[in-house]
């Protein structure tokens, strides 16, 4: 077979990719342009689809059409609206932001895979059922097309131009654009566009599925694999700048053509496994690329401006005094309890990284683990001799030498983050994590032949232990500087109204890189510190997911307490140490989707508790007027039930 | 149309202070304000755009408070804003057809060999004439008009006027709010003056001209 | 010391347009804001007044034309290395930072002067901490917001935040002040406030430029007015005279 025969054969192998890439685009397109929200959560509604009709046919042996219909027309759709009913639309209505929406999608993600993990385990299955058998439908000069590839190709060709033609020609088109156009006008106009967002959430989450169901007997079924590739697949959504259908479907099928073309390309020496690398993960590549090119896509939003914020107040000593007899618990501990308290310090590390950048700065980091997995990284290499011209260093100078080089790689979300907001940042910051978790973590070039210990410091649990504490106090005292005096003034403001902070004469940029390059730094150390913890490099524990989690987390304590982020880390720890793994993940996903009736999270909740209590009763009306319409609600029921 | 109260925030700023007005059906009223002084407010506070943080709006007698601004419009209310009033990506005829398909106005026949234009390539004066349209194809029983005038030629706006009397007298309630009284509103029944969100003066055209005098 | 008028030693506009997608919002605005002198900048909705603002503050950039500060060439300066130099501006939607109390927000303003980012993460106090301190007291005190400095700002009403907002560029010492609309939202008594204030600035020494609609008030404050109308100067010249001009009359479609 020549050449140009080869090339036929991968870029029709390409298509089957492609082809779900181009749907997933499409459901993210449709679901945003009918309600305005970028479905951060679809690949974990993916990932459930697929989980769900795997059940209903090999477990439960029901007929593969039946059980399709059931998960792609009956459970996704309803999924959807459900997800509309309960998160989004009271967000909405509440007039919420972009960035409270988008940790609310956060959070039905890392709910969702604390779900799946809960009810299937992590143990990856390999027998999910393909939806149209993989026979050779034609083979046209030798070259096999397979009949799922092109059922595949099918279904995306009909369901965009579908799409395009409903929308078009039919007056429920007609509404849907009238409502893309301009909300408040069409429903001025008598629209409902609640039902249209209702819609719109109904048939993204139907691709979703689809997507799922496709992609799943190509690959291990498992609750983090899926929903990140089909993240992955947001390139294609964020290529067609949120807008244009066939730019989805086009980039969709030509990175899936691309990727299959590449496998051919077989440099030579050093350069081949960063080759392959780029090859097996282009679709990280094109996410980095779409998100990195100048896009006016959420450039308008008002920064991460989540409500609640307050500096000090009453309830913050009582939970630094809980803070400190938390982490000061462990130095009594078992061993073997010990053994996983060492987690503690060096996780509060990476959330406090979440605090800074998000918290105090009001900048979204989606990526945060992976400057956390940079720091580990650095640390191992250091420690293992692996630079060139360095000796193999002990544990605490390779520890912060990591540190010291992570902390100018911030620039790799800061610098972007002067000219980005919201959306535009996230997704930028997300394609970053996502592209040094695949691209660098996940490599043997950079991770074989690594050796970790804790050389040349305490190397018992109780030492090491002690250490960690005293850079948890050194990180802690850095966070206190940067929420102090003129400097903690300057990021609040910059926080709260970015162009009155700037009018009033604060260098903006420069805070936003100072904010960046602080988080990867202590992120670093808090990363350096869990490989030391556990002796050994592991990739997994930096994955992107394990950023979205962290974030959420960081979110739902009240990203602006750092003794919120120090009490998450040991809540965290403790979680998945005492209960079945998915319980962590259940719980900071479910308070993440109600993070719009609870704002400022969990600490702004005790901040007003502490309020609450801490104000001195007056009498007469004045304490009348001070009641919750719960508890006048509660006082006349009271009054009826008096004699 | 009755307002008792009002009072309306938009987020740190408050816009009206607690606005008591009334509006009656089947007439003409016009709210006279500089930029800013709440009037677009009032607007908008009636059709279910902004929520009102104090305070009642009554249409019909009934209270509306909870009410969708899409179900306003669809027992009867159309409001034309000043800004942005039609679909720029829709065509006319989409435009139009959103509220009664199929039929235009015969009041702006200017619009008639326009139908197929996207609605966002026309100029302002024939956007505001497809918003205009559109609000009097709901036959709504109460129209507010934010500054219809603008961007229309003085004849267009006369004939607008006319319109809205007409429109008025067939038992509707019509609401414009404008920066200065033109003559050919003088015939209105109520006048009410907004400044810095509170009502400054509320009376017959006559009475304020004897004011300014 | 520059007498008072001096043209050229406040800020001055030299044809200044900012295009947005072909339409030319400002469109070649020539513009002088003396020190010691207030003046007025009115016009309808969409003249470009916020747009122009905008230009002269640093928050856009001009498409031709220069910005002068003081003789100086301030065209290319980001925003706050403006504000830096003494070019303060307010905002016509309020800009108050809600998690800093009252008189923490003056003082965002008070010391942005003096770089000192790297001694404020080591926890050492930034250089001209005492002057910054002086200079938020005097604010605080000047617009009547001693009895409120340790409100949080969103607590504060309208009014308030519009003084707080002026008592922030206050405490820069401003050479020149931009004034989106001070005083909307305003009681009689505030507004009077902000009157007398503004009059003893420009005693001072500070030029000042003020977008405003409140006619009655440009009447009674503005030394010098300029009328905007898509985007062009229409009028220009000494209060009384342009706002006896019938043209402008026109364009401001007053009653």
Redesign the interface.
């Known amino acids: 077979m020549g050449a140009a025969g080869l090339t036929l054969d991968l870029a029709l192998a390409g298509l089957a990719v492609g082809s779900a890439a181009a749907l997933s685009g499409v459901g993210l397109v449709v679901t945003y342009r009918a309600t305005g929200v970028l479905n951060l959560a679809q690949g974990a509604q993916a990932m459930a689809t697929a989980y769900l009709l795997r059940e209903l046919v090999v477990v439960h042996h029901w007929p593969l059409a039946l059980a399709a219909v059931c998960c792609l027309l009956v459970a996704a759709p309803a999924l959807g609206v459900l997800l509309d009913l309960a998160v989004f639309r009271p967000l909405q209505r509440r007039g919420a932001g972009p960035a409270e929406t988008m940790v609310a999608g956060i959070g039905v993600f890392v709910l969702l895979i604390g779900a799946a993990v809960l009810i299937w385990g992590t143990a990856p299955y390999g027998d999910a059922p393909p939806l149209v058998e993989g026979t050779a439908l034609a083979q046209p000069g030798g070259h096999v097309l397979r009949l799922d590839t092109a059922v595949q190709l099918a279904t995306v060709l009909v369901l965009a131009t579908t799409v395009g033609l409903v929308s078009r020609y039919t007056?429920f088109g007609?509404?849907l654009?009238?409502v893309?156009?301009?909300r408040?006008?069409?429903?001025?106009?008598?629209?409902?566009?609640?039902r249209i967002s209702s819609a719109g959430w109904a048939f993204g989450s139907f691709t979703a599925g689809l997507v799922g169901v496709l992609l799943a007997p190509f690959l291990l079924l498992d609750p983090y694999g899926l929903p990140l590739l089909v993240m992955e697949t947001m390139a294609v959504a964020v290529a067609a700048r949120l807008r244009s259908l066939p730019v989805a479907v086009v980039t969709g099928l030509a990175l899936g053509v691309a990727q299959s073309e590449l496998t051919r390309l077989r440099p030579a020496g050093q350069l081949l496994p960063l080759a392959q690398a780029v090859q097996t993960n282009l679709f990280v590549v094109a996410l980095l690329v779409a998100a990195l090119l100048p896009w006016s896509g959420g450039s308008d939003d008002t920064g991460l401006a989540l409500p609640g914020?307050?500096?000090g107040g009453r309830g913050a000593t009582a939970a630094r005094t809980a803070c400190t007899v938390l982490v000061l618990l462990p130095l009594g501990f078992h061993a073997d309890d010990l053994r996983h308290a060492l987690l503690v310090p060096a996780l509060a590390l990476v959330l406090l990284s979440v605090v800074v950048v998000t918290g105090y700065g009001g900048q979204v980091s989606l990526g945060q683990a992976g400057y956390a997995g940079l720091g580990a990284l650095g640390t191992a290499l250091l420690m293992s001799g692996k630079v060139p011209g360095l000796p193999a260093l002990p544990a605490v100078p390779a520890l912060l030498l990591a540190v010291a080089v992570t902390v100018p790689l911030g620039l790799l979300t800061g610098w972007p983050a002067i000219r980005r907001r919201g959306l535009a940042l996230a997704l930028v910051t997300f394609a970053v994590g996502t592209a040094l978790s695949r691209l660098v973590f996940d490599q043997p070039y950079a991770t074989t032949g690594l050796t970790v210990s804790r050389d040349g410091m305490p190397t018992g649990d109780r030492g090491f232990y002690t250490v960690e504490l005293v850079l948890l106090g050194v990180g802690l005292?850095?966070v206190?500087?940067?929420h102090?005096?003129?400097?903690?003034?300057?990021l609040?403001?910059m926080?709260?109204?970015q162009?009155?902070?700037?009018?009033?004469?604060?260098?903006?940029?420069?805070?936003k890189l100072?904010v960046f390059m602080?988080g990867a730094g202590l992120a670093a150390l808090g990363g350096g510190l869990m490989a030391l913890g556990g002796q050994a490099f592991d990739p997994t524990a930096f994955d992107p997911v394990q950023g979205l989690l962290w974030f959420a987390t960081v979110v739902v304590a009240g990203a602006?307490s750092a003794a919120g982020a120090v009490l998450a880390a040991a809540l965290l720890v403790g979680l998945d140490a005492g209960t079945a793994a998915g319980v962590s993940a259940v719980v900071v996903g479910a308070l993440a989707t109600v993070l719009g009736r609870m704002p400022g999270g969990l600490a702004g909740l005790a901040r007003r508790a502490a309020d609450r209590a801490t104000v001195p009763a007056r009498p007469g009306p004045g304490q009348e007027a001070a009641l919750t319409p719960l508890g006048r609600r509660l006082r006349e029921r009271i009054a009826e039930r008096a004699p | 149309m009755e307002l008792r109260g009002v009072r309306v925030r938009y987020g740190l700023l408050e816009a009206l202070h607690g606005v008591d007005l009334a509006c009656p059906a089947g007439r003409v009223t016009v709210l006279l304000g500089r930029n800013g002084s709440g009037r677009t407010t009032v607007l908008r506070t009636v059709a279910g755009v902004v929520r009102p943080s104090a305070g009642q709006v009554l249409w019909q007698g009934r209270e509306t408070a909870g009410l969708d601004a899409y179900r306003r419009a669809r027992a009867g209310l159309a409001l034309v804003p000043a800004e942005r009033g039609v679909f720029g990506s829709l065509t006319v005829a989409e435009n139009l057809g959103l509220s009664e398909p199929g039929t235009v106005e015969p009041s702006f026949p200017e619009l008639l060999p326009l139908l197929t234009r996207r609605a966002g390539t026309l100029s302002g004066g024939q956007q505001q004439m497809v918003a205009l349209a559109r609000a009097l194809l709901a036959r709504p029983r109460l129209l507010l008009l934010d500054e219809p005038g603008r961007g229309l030629a003085p004849a267009v706006v006369a004939r607008l006027h006319e319109l809205l009397f007409r429109v008025a007298a067939e038992g509707r309630t019509v609401v414009l709010a404008e920066q200065g009284l033109p003559p050919t509103l003088e015939a209105a029944a109520v006048v009410h003056v907004l400044r810095r969100g509170r009502i400054a003066f509320s009376g017959e055209p006559s009475e304020l001209r004897g004011l300014v005098r | 010391m520059t007498a008072a008028g001096t043209p050229g030693a406040g800020l001055v506009a030299r044809g200044v347009v900012r295009r947005f997608g072909g339409i030319a919002a400002v469109d070649g605005v020539d513009l002088d804001a003396p020190i010691g002198r207030i003046t007025a900048l009115i016009g309808p909705n969409g003249a470009g007044k916020s747009t122009l603002f905008d230009c002269l503050a640093g928050a856009a950039r001009p498409d031709a034309g220069q910005v002068l500060l003081a003789g100086r060439d301030i065209t290319r300066l980001p925003d706050h290395a403006r504000a830096r130099l003494g070019l303060l501006r307010t905002f016509q939607q309020i800009a108050a930072f809600q998690g800093l109390t009252v008189a923490e927000n003056v003082r965002v303003g008070a010391e942005q002067v003096h770089r000192g980012t790297g001694r404020g993460l080591l926890g050492l106090p930034p250089p001209g901490r005492d002057t910054a301190r002086a200079a938020t007291e005097r604010a605080l005190r000047l617009l009547d917001l001693d009895a409120v400095r340790d409100w949080p700002a969103d607590r504060l009403p309208t009014g308030a935040l519009r003084l707080l907002e002026l008592a922030r560029a206050l405490a820069a010492t401003p050479r020149v002040l931009l004034l989106d609309e001070p005083a909307a939202g305003l009681d009689q008594a505030q507004t009077a406030r902000l009157g007398t204030v503004l009059r003893a600035l420009a005693a001072e020494g500070t030029a000042l430029l003020l977008v405003e609609h409140d006619v009655e008030l440009v009447a009674r404050l503005a030394d010098a007015v300029y009328v905007m109308a898509a985007g062009r100067v229409i009028a220009r010249g000494p209060t009384a005279s342009v706002l006896a001009d019938p043209r402008v009359a026109a364009a401001w479609g007053a009653t």
Not at chain 1, 184 to 194: E, F, R, W
Not at chain 1, 484 to 490: D, I
């Open positions: 007056r007609v509404r654009r009238a893309v156009d301009n408040a006008l069409a429903q001025l106009a008598g629209v409902d566009a609640d914020g307050g500096r005292l850095v206190r500087n940067l102090r005096g003129r400097l903690g003034r300057a609040t403001a926080r709260d109204h162009a009155g902070a700037s009018a009033a004469g604060v260098d903006v940029p420069r805070l100072l602080a602006d």
